[in-house]
């Protein structure tokens, strides 16, 4: 009786009916400890935290199990204060590596990386006395730690104890090597991902797409792409990874070849919404209209253009990369769930394709919503900068600060620049690089620069060039730039001046190319 009622509870309660698994639960005559754990199982799974804090008082006893569903439910509540005072009173009869993994995950899940590595420390030595030692749970929580803190040194710390620990016979354990290759591959040490990857016995799918993540992150394509023909399996991620891989390197027609491919695949791996916001993506970037229209239809019949967000966000870039501001109006409307990105995307959008009153209008509205960050500010100025709108762009830019919270950076000032610049209003332009916290970059000079030769003003030109040259002496488009400013502004001697200078030190300027050819 107890244990067809105990998974009765267990049934409902993984239905989220919890009221009912409660009601047979309060009406059991007798209850084991599965039981009672099942219960507190049901309520930490249905959110019930509060009614699952009275039940574990109520248990007549507890379990390591009891112990690690409370930590769990006070994880994702966000008590990690409480979570911990649970963790330490724990008996010592009851520790055990489950319980440490549960409160390691705890302190990770809610963003505390350091503490997280600071109770593994701790307890290690202890623990380890006790008989209890990391398991593979422990160590995948421990490289994500890893990350987050973008430590190295201590990755390879946990690293060597992964060596030292863990069975590399045991098939079990070959989803923490994946990790390693991941983290060593975002940190940058492609030899010691590929080391490991070589090394290991047993390999799954996700290795697989492990390792051709890692190349696609390090631009390595052709070698992206040669591990992706070599699988012998292959799911969704497979081809996204390598169609995204493709569509960032510049390679976007190889892309649509490989989405046409897996269309007409007779296997289950089918496109899900990630590869059609990646092949969006890439529409936008060749401008691909109709291809990118049907693409619209596809994700209209999934009910992806409405349903996710991501996909809806990559068709606002889409129509408003293709110049369809009507299109980019349609869909932003229609989304029911929108995101920063979603209003960013649309204020971007319409700025950029001479709408920016309007951009300015919906602007308004995403800053009265609360729903912006400091690219809203990036795509009001740009906004302000393709439609003249200078006035109200530097009033955007003096009050994102007081009135919003946004700190400017360097994306901000270079926006304003080009905005005063493109006005013509070079003196004002130079002015605003005495404001920058920080030191201006090379692509805040080169914006002067530009500026200064499309309205001929050499005097601050001449600043903005001996500037970029300090930053990147290497960069012949200044001197280049330079002596046609000089030639613009009648100052024939001094521009034959810099490009004199310019062969003295061997600069050339790289060759332009027409991909049109004669048939």
């Known amino acids: 009786m107890i244990i067809s009622l105990t998974k009765l509870i267990t049934d ?5 009916e919890f009221q009912k698994s409660r009601k047979i639960f309060d009406e059991m005559p007798h209850r084991n400890q599965i039981t009672w754990n099942a219960m507190l199982t049901v309520l930490v799974h249905s959110l019930q935290l509060e009614a699952a804090c009275q039940l574990f008082e109520e248990m007549p006893e507890r379990d390591s199990t009891s112990y690690t569903l409370m930590i769990s439910g006070f994880s994702r509540s966000g008590l990690v204060i409480e979570a911990r005072e649970l963790f330490d009173s724990i008996p010592s009869s009851h520790q055990n590596v489950v319980l440490w993994t549960a409160m390691i995950s705890c302190y990770t899940l809610n963003r505390l990386s350091l503490q ?10 202890d623990f380890f006395a006790l008989g209890i030692v990391p398991n593979s749970f422990t160590f995948s929580i421990m490289l994500k730690v890893c990350a987050d803190m973008q430590s190295r040194a201590t990755a390879d710390q946990i690293h060597a104890l992964i060596v030292k620990l863990l069975d590399e016979e045991d098939r079990g354990n070959v989803f923490v090597q994946n990790s390693l290759i991941d983290l060593h591959s975002k940190f940058g040490d492609l030899i010691k991902a590929e080391k490991i990857f070589n090394g290991l016995k047993w390999r799954d799918l996700s290795t697989w797409n492990t390792i051709m993540a890692c190349y696609t992150r390090h631009s390595l394509v052709d070698k992206a792409l040669e591990v992706f023909f070599s699988m012998k399996e292959k799911d969704t991620l497979s081809w996204n990874i390598v169609m995204s891989c493709l569509g960032d390197s510049g390679r976007g027609e190889e892309a649509l070849m490989l989405f046409h491919h897996l269309l007409r695949l007779s296997t289950p791996v089918k496109p899900n919404p990630s590869t059609y916001t990646i092949i969006l993506t890439v529409c936008a970037t060749l401008t691909a209209l109709e291809l990118g229209r049907q693409i619209h239809t596809c994700t209209v019949k999934l009910g992806l253009s409405q349903n996710n967000v991501f996909t809806g966000n990559s068709l606002i870039t889409m129509y408003a990369r293709c110049g369809q501001v009507n ?40 800053l009265k919503l609360e729903a912006f960050n400091h690219n809203t500010f990036i795509a009001i100025l740009t906004s302000c900068s393709h439609g003249g709108m200078v006035d109200e762009g530097m009033e955007c830019f003096r009050t994102m600060r007081e009135d919003y919270g946004i700190e400017p950076c360097m994306d901000h000032y270079i926006c304003v620049i080009d905005m005063l ?8 332009a130079h002015n605003i690089f005495p404001e920058m916290t920080f030191g201006p970059n090379s692509v805040a000079w080169m914006t002067l620069l530009s500026a200064c030769l499309a309205h001929e003003n050499a005097q601050v030109g001449e600043i903005a060039a001996r500037e970029l040259q300090n930053l990147e002496p290497d960069n012949v488009t200044s001197y280049v730039m330079l002596a046609s400013l000089y030639g613009k502004t009648g100052r024939v001697e001094e521009s034959k001046k810099v490009l004199s200078l310019m062969r003295k030190k061997q600069l050339r300027k790289e060759p332009g190319c027409s991909w049109i050819v004669e048939m």
């Open 12 to 16: 409902h309660g993984k239905n989220g």
């Open 116 to 125: 997280a590595l600071k109770l593994f420390c701790s307890c290690y030595g």
């Open 421 to 428: 610049g493109r006005a013509g209003r070079i003196t004002d």
């Open 327 to 366: 299109d980019l109006e349609q869909v932003f409307s229609e989304m029911p769930k929108k995101d920063v990105v979603s209003w960013n995307s649309v204020i971007l959008g319409l700025g950029q394709n001479g709408y920016a009153r309007k951009a300015l209008e919906i602007a308004k509205k995403a």
